[in-house]
């Protein structure tokens, strides 16, 4: 039953009706009331140098902690992000990854390009943008064109038509082989993709084997470390792989594997 209800709630909110804020909204309406009335109460005797304005109800914030320091993202964005500023290089490239997150990250300490099938209207410093489809034929241009490479959480959208993109069965093969090419021989790659038994979840992402990925990057790359999330959301850094993590994903459903790789 516990299930049934979840996956309704979950449906619900594939259409933006989120039922699990609104029930924390509605727990916070009372708190609301009484501190909006404590704080005019108040006012009658510091003044009015703060005048009332409209109402602007922020009713879950009361129940929730100062942070989530943990989940795919959190976890990913902050260790790659460290490696770079560790391994200093002499142009990094991201393909695809969280403009306000990762690329931000490293935007605060050293110049990234950015190549994104979707646009970028803002111009920021430190980060360099190029609208580029990594599922098409590239320029050759592009051939050997940096010594540091990153993607995470990006290639398991590749085809899927969620960004705007042309569906491809095969799209996050072609992103890679784009990315191996633009990447020089012996140069960095850092890498990240859900990993958990082996699905697609249209037209969200698709969730990669471990097995799947060590054929893929076997005869291309050298694997330097391998870290992943776990499905509660925590960082395990720097793993070995056995055998048997190839066949049960280190126990995951949907975890994130995070790959730093050299290129053959």
Not at 164 to 177: F, Q, S, T, V
Request: glycine content about 8%.
């Amino acid at each position: 039953m516990y299930w049934r209800i979840k996956r309704i709630l979950d449906f619900l909110g594939f259409f933006g009706i989120d039922l699990y804020k609104m029930g924390s909204a509605f727990s916070g309406l009372i708190p609301f009331l009484r501190d909006y009335r404590e704080l005019r109460k108040q006012r009658k005797f510091f003044g009015s140098q703060f005048p009332f304005a409209r109402i602007y109800p922020c009713l879950d914030d009361k129940f929730a902690k100062s942070g989530i320091a943990r989940g795919h993202y959190f976890h990913q964005d902050l260790l790659v992000a460290k490696k770079i500023f560790a391994n200093k290089p002499e142009l990094h490239v991201d393909i695809g990854s969280r403009i306000d997150g990762f690329v931000a990250h490293v935007a605060s300490f050293r110049e990234i390009e950015v190549f994104d099938i979707r646009d970028l209207d803002s111009q920021v410093s430190n980060i360099k943008f190029t609208c580029l489809d990594l599922m098409g034929q590239i320029n050759p241009s592009f051939f050997e064109y940096c010594d540091s490479l990153s993607s995470l959480h990006a290639i398991e959208h590749f085809g899927l038509g969620r960004y705007g993109d042309p569906i491809k069965y095969d799209g996050y093969m072609l992103g890679l082989n784009n990315i191996y090419n633009i990447l020089k021989k012996n140069g960095t790659f850092y890498f990240s993709v859900p990993i958990g038994p082996q699905r697609t979840e249209f037209n969200a992402h698709r969730v990669f084997s471990l097995e799947y990925l060590m054929a893929i990057f076997s005869e291309k790359y050298l694997i330097k470390s391998f870290s992943y999330v776990d499905d509660n959301g925590n960082l395990n850094e720097n793993v070995a792989i056995a055998h048997e993590n190839l066949t049960n994903n280190f126990g995951c459903q949907y975890g994130c594997g995070i790959f730093e790789m050299t290129k053959l």
